[in-house]
């Protein structure tokens, strides 16, 4: 390697000695509660498959009939000659199933972020964000240029006092709502009081509450409400929903402004037909019955209460994401590994995902396991625990 390159290699070292160097595993069959992975047949329980959607039989024939009618790219941005019937389709979908005017369907979530931040402020702006905030959200509210302001982590008190700041230009404040990695949710109503009392634009990123939260997996808004009050809506497709993609959801003319402003609707191919069909499989799924978000509510609530008897951490989920706390990266990784070793895949989470110091096993529920998928996982948890000297 080149000197001038030579920063990278002392920086790999420095991550494996520290044992916050992520070593990716390689999965070689479809998602579900079962799958291989490097070879080996293995209960998982590391994916956002929320509810078991990613391999539905309904989902994939959408795809391979959409495959058929409309081929496999879209061979433009949307704005130009990207926009097939199908996108329109999924858009009125959302809208419909978000219960708002308009949505917008993009690429992805973490794209749907920067879509949506860069068009409503900038240097002359502030940010008003949760300390726990995802990447998506920092990385957009940074290339915004806006001043940025961090509130501690669901403290409404502190919001307030930053609402009360002499903030220039127009604020828009920024929560998660569900935070991934805590499993808990966003104190949205009162969010959302302050910031009509202040006159500031509401945003929630709600990409883990998407077929979680609400009437039929509708989300954090429908969960506590908050229709027609909450400015603006993001989510995303790759977590419960099952395919791929993110959307932005609210009013008619946020939407059509950010037709004309958004970069990565703008500069950005549109989503494949398969992707697009498959979606919009699953949100008549979701429209027609409750009984996945039902499920996976229920494993969530029989594995947490069964892994805490056992005498482990996971913090206060107030969803089925379970953190099993073990503070230090390197015991994460060690517990991990051993795990794997017992046919189970449920990968550490260190530093930078979480803060130091707060390393786990973010333990994925999902309405494809069975409780005896369940009760296996909570053996070898309590196998490998009591050997390692955590429980």
Same mark, same amino acid.
């Given at each position: 390697?080149?000197?001038?390159?030579?920063?990278?290699?002392?920086?790999m070292?420095?991550?494996?000695?520290?044992?916050?160097?992520?070593?990716?595993?390689?999965?070689?069959?479809?998602?579900?509660?079962?799958?291989?992975?490097?070879?080996?047949?293995?209960?998982?329980?590391?994916?956002?498959?929320?509810?078991?959607?990613?391999?539905h039989?309904?989902?994939?024939?959408?795809?391979?009939?959409?495959?058929?009618?409309?081929?496999?790219?879209?061979?433009?941005?949307?704005?130009?000659?990207?926009?097939?019937?199908?996108?329109?389709?999924?858009?009125e979908?959302?809208?419909?199933?978000?219960?708002?005017?308009?949505?917008?369907?993009?690429?992805?979530?973490?794209?749907?972020?920067?879509?949506?931040?860069?068009?409503?402020?900038?240097?002359?702006?502030?940010?008003?964000?949760?300390?726990?905030?995802?990447?998506?959200?920092?990385d957009?509210?940074?290339?915004?240029?806006? *001043?940025?302001?961090?509130?501690?982590?669901? !403290?409404?008190? =502190?919001? @307030?006092?930053? &609402?009360? $700041?002499?903030?220039? /230009?127009?604020v828009?404040?920024?929560?998660?709502?569900v935070?991934?990695?805590?499993?808990d949710?966003?104190?949205?109503?009162?969010?959302?009081?302050?910031?009509? *009392?202040?006159?500031?634009?509401?945003m929630? !990123?709600?990409? =883990?509450? @998407?077929g979680? &939260?609400? $009437?039929?997996?509708? /989300?954090?808004?429908?969960?506590?409400?908050?229709?027609?009050r909450?400015?603006?809506?993001?989510?995303?497709?790759?977590?419960?929903?099952?395919?791929?993609?993110?959307?932005?959801?609210?009013?008619?003319?946020?939407?059509?402004?950010?037709?004309?402003?958004?970069?990565?609707?703008?500069?950005?191919?549109?989503?494949?037909?398969?992707?697009?069909?498959?979606?919009?499989?699953?949100?008549?799924?979701?429209?027609?019955?409750?009984?996945?978000?039902?499920?996976?509510?229920?494993?969530?609530?029989?594995?947490?209460?069964?892994?805490?008897?056992?005498?482990?951490?996971?913090?206060?989920?107030?969803?089925?994401?379970?953190?099993?706390?073990?503070?230090?990266?390197?015991?994460?990784?060690?517990?991990?590994?051993?795990?794997?070793?017992?046919?189970?895949?449920?990968?550490?989470?260190?530093?930078p995902?979480?803060?130091?110091?707060?390393?786990?096993i973010?333990?994925?529920?999902?309405?494809?396991h069975?409780?005896?998928?369940?009760?296996?996982?909570?053996?070898q948890?309590?196998?490998?625990?009591?050997?390692?000297?955590?429980?």
């Amino acid at each position: 390697m080149k000197e001038k390159m030579r920063f990278i290699t002392e920086e790999m070292e420095n991550l494996k000695a520290s044992g916050l160097y992520n070593k990716i595993r390689i999965i070689e069959s479809a998602q579900g509660a079962w799958i291989q992975v490097d070879g080996q047949k293995v209960l998982n329980l590391c994916s956002n498959n929320y509810l078991g959607l990613a391999n539905h039989p309904k989902l994939v024939k959408a795809a391979k009939d959409a495959i058929d009618n409309y081929g496999v790219g879209p061979a433009a941005v949307r704005s130009i000659a990207g926009t097939q019937a199908i996108h329109v389709q999924l858009d009125e979908a959302v809208a419909e199933f978000k219960k708002v005017e308009a949505a917008l369907t993009l690429q992805g979530g973490f794209l749907a972020n920067q879509a949506v931040i860069l068009p409503l402020v900038g240097r002359n702006d502030t940010i008003i964000s949760d300390e726990l905030n995802h990447a998506s959200i920092i990385d957009g509210a940074r290339l915004s240029g806006a *001043k940025i302001k961090v509130y501690r982590h669901n !403290d409404m008190e =502190h919001l @307030e006092e930053l &609402l009360k $700041e002499d903030n220039q /230009g127009r604020v828009l404040v920024i929560t998660d709502g569900v935070f991934s990695m805590d499993g808990d949710i966003a104190d949205l109503p009162k969010l959302v009081e302050l910031t009509e *009392k202040y006159g500031a634009i509401s945003m929630v !990123d709600d990409a =883990h509450g @998407e077929g979680v &939260l609400g $009437e039929g997996g509708r /989300g954090i808004v429908d969960h506590f409400g908050l229709h027609g009050r909450c400015d603006i809506e993001i989510g995303t497709f790759s977590k419960a929903i099952g395919t791929v993609g993110g959307f932005i959801a609210g009013s008619q003319v946020l939407i059509d402004y950010l037709k004309q402003k958004a970069r990565p609707f703008l500069f950005s191919s549109a989503l494949p037909a398969a992707d697009v069909a498959a979606t919009l499989q699953a949100i008549t799924m979701l429209k027609e019955d409750t009984h996945l978000v039902d499920k996976l509510w229920s494993n969530g609530r029989y594995f947490q209460e069964k892994i805490k008897a056992l005498g482990f951490d996971i913090g206060q989920p107030q969803t089925p994401i379970t953190p099993v706390m073990l503070k230090e990266a390197d015991i994460a990784r060690q517990f991990s590994d051993q795990l794997f070793k017992r046919d189970i895949f449920a990968m550490a989470i260190g530093f930078p995902t979480v803060p130091r110091g707060k390393a786990r096993i973010r333990v994925m529920i999902s309405a494809a396991h069975s409780q005896e998928d369940l009760d296996f996982a909570l053996e070898q948890f309590e196998q490998v625990g009591k050997e390692m000297g955590v429980i």
